[in-house]
């Protein structure tokens, strides 16, 4: 199968958008995925997957804590500044530590603190699972989506 097609296929399933962050114990790290779905309820467990080529991947390890910040309508700024490369991603974005010493931003539809549970290999991809350890949502917001290779808000979407 031709690679483009298969991605441009892909492309009509309407995702979410979210930024994982994490810390190398150093420097606080973030990149934009959205490759994101929850896994199970019992125990509560999510899956992300990042690409092998990744700067950051190497902070995400067996037990290491991370958040998921799921994208509202208003974050497409976030979502752009953390799918580049670069040093300092949170240079102007406003965010918080947990307890876990992890950076998690403000304003998102949703927040998942996890830990990392596993690693798994998906062909140019790590599948990395997450123990949740503590979820909010703002039922306020709508979500920024990514629709055919674009990023996209709710009323948007309108077929015409």
Excluded at 89 to 102: L, N, Q, R
Excluded at 125 to 131: A, F, L, M, V
Aim: proline share 3%; with cysteine; net charge neutral.
């Amino acid at each position: 199968m031709d690679s483009r097609e298969f991605r441009n296929t892909l492309g009509h399933f309407a995702t979410g958008v979210t930024v994982i962050t994490t810390t190398n114990g150093m420097e606080n790290i973030g990149l934009t995925a959205n490759a994101f779905s929850s896994v199970s309820l019992e125990p509560p467990l999510i899956l992300v997957c990042i690409d092998k080529k990744a700067s950051s991947i190497e902070a995400l390890k067996k037990d290491r804590p991370f958040v998921v910040n799921i994208l509202q309508q208003e974050q497409e700024a976030e979502c752009w500044g953390f799918a580049k490369r670069g040093k300092d991603k949170f240079a102007g974005v406003s965010y918080t530590i947990s307890e876990d010493g992890v950076p998690m931003l403000q304003g998102n539809l949703a927040t998942i603190e996890c830990r990392v549970d596993e690693i798994f290999e998906g062909g140019d991809h790590y599948i990395i699972t997450g123990k949740v350890k503590k979820a909010n949502y703002d039922k306020e917001k709508n979500p920024l989506l990514f629709f055919r290779g674009e990023i996209r808000k709710m009323k948007d979407l309108a077929v015409t």
